[in-house]
């Protein structure tokens, strides 16, 4: 009775589940990367972005004022500061406080210190300090102090600012994202319009060698990326459309295509053929029929593969990597943009963070919006 229609399988809970953990396994990580781009690297090499609401326990290293800012007080030559507001940090608790990177733990807050040079120093609970020496402190920098903290959450906008809008940046992703775009538009919707034509011949029209076209383009699947990059890059240098967006955009056309016409001709040969057959019976062109009954009716299958079209060029490196070299960066692409910071910043993970959702900004825009088109293409292709 299991199978008879109507009824309820008892695995659909299982089918649940695994529905569930496919989305959190998804979500985890972008929000993951949503919540570190907003952070300081202090933060996020203290505590996981999970805790990023509470208050957390961090090694800060701080510098007091320049030896210029010193007083007098009788015998004593004296510099006071709070290394909270000199440093530009949230104010926290100390708890502890070191004057060496070998023992950044050795005194309690409120308890007197000594640095290697003889300056007696002591570092209250709420960050003030006090640094006394019998002799003229002498040198161009402050003595730096190890401090224990309980520091309170902090978001700040200054990665995004960093990234996309910093002039003196040279490693500002804008300029990146607008090449990416660059890329990528025009990779996504050169494909869909041959293909189109392509699959409505292919699916609706007579002529000699159609099967061994359509054989052709199942074959083309079956092509590796890798083994096809050498070869086109070489007739693109020698066509001189080589190393820039021209040559780009073919190649991503060309990589595309197959997919594209496998698609939509398998989805326009299951069209009802009396709607097209009416259509000619009434004088219709074959454009006519392409373009005001075809087109409206495959719009489904032109969302979905402008999704994964558009999601497959924007993460793309290895075409970019060949086909768009640069040394000046005016053509870099994000993926490529990313891998560079990797070797240059590995160290500032809010950086990385905050380029990783620049990323990925886009394609989520794009996904989510084309999701609506998505459902309305399919209700208006259903209707008869």
């Known amino acids: 009775m299991d199978n008879i229609a109507g009824t309820k399988s008892s695995l659909t809970w299982a089918v649940n589940l695994s529905v569930l953990a496919l989305v959190f396994l998804w979500l985890f990580p972008t929000v993951g990367l949503l919540v570190s781009s907003f952070r300081t690297g202090d933060q996020i090499a203290s505590s996981g972005w999970w805790k990023s609401m509470f208050t957390a326990e961090q090694n800060l290293v701080v510098r007091t004022q ?36 070998r023992s950044i733990s050795d005194y309690a807050a409120g308890e007197a210190g000594e640095f290697r040079s003889g300056e007696r120093v002591i570092v209250e609970t709420n960050g003030d300090y006090r640094i006394e020496s019998t002799e003229e402190m002498s040198g161009k920098r402050g003595k730096r102090l190890f401090v224990t903290a309980a520091v309170p959450p902090e978001f700040t906008l200054e990665n995004y600012r960093f990234m996309l809008f910093d002039e003196s940046n040279v490693e500002g992703m804008s300029k990146a994202f607008i090449n990416t775009l660059t890329v990528t538009i025009p990779a996504t919707v050169i494909p869909i319009l041959v293909a189109a034509f392509a699959a409505y011949a292919l699916a609706w029209m007579e002529f000699p060698g159609r099967a061994l076209l359509i054989a052709a383009v199942v074959a083309a699947l079956v092509v590796p990326l890798q083994l096809a990059l050498i070869p086109l890059l070489k007739l693109h240098n020698e066509i001189g459309i080589g190393k820039g967006y021209i040559g780009v955009w073919l190649a991503h056309t060309g990589f595309g295509m197959p997919l594209a016409i496998y698609l939509l001709r ?58 768009l070299i640069d040394s000046t960066g005016e053509t870099t692409v994000m993926t490529n943009k990313i891998v560079e910071l990797l070797g240059t910043r590995g160290g500032n993970w809010e950086i990385l963070a905050t380029a990783a959702f620049v990323s990925i900004i886009m394609p989520l825009v794009v996904f989510f919006a084309m999701q609506k088109y998505l459902v309305r293409g399919m209700l208006a292709g259903s209707v008869k």
């Open 66 to 101: 320049d030896p210029d800012k010193q007083v007098q007080e009788g015998n004593l030559w004296v510099i006071e500061g709070n290394v909270f507001t000199e440093d530009g940090r949230p104010v926290g608790t100390i708890s502890r406080y070191g004057t060496s990177s």
């Open 266 to 323: 398998n989805y326009m040969v299951g069209l009802p053929r009396d709607i097209i057959e009416n259509a000619r019976v009434d004088g219709a062109t074959e454009f006519q029929i392409f373009t005001k009954i075809i087109l409206p009716l495959c719009f489904p299958a032109l969302a979905s593969f402008a999704i994964l079209q558009f999601l497959w060029t924007w993460n793309d490196l290895l075409v970019a990597k060949v086909f």
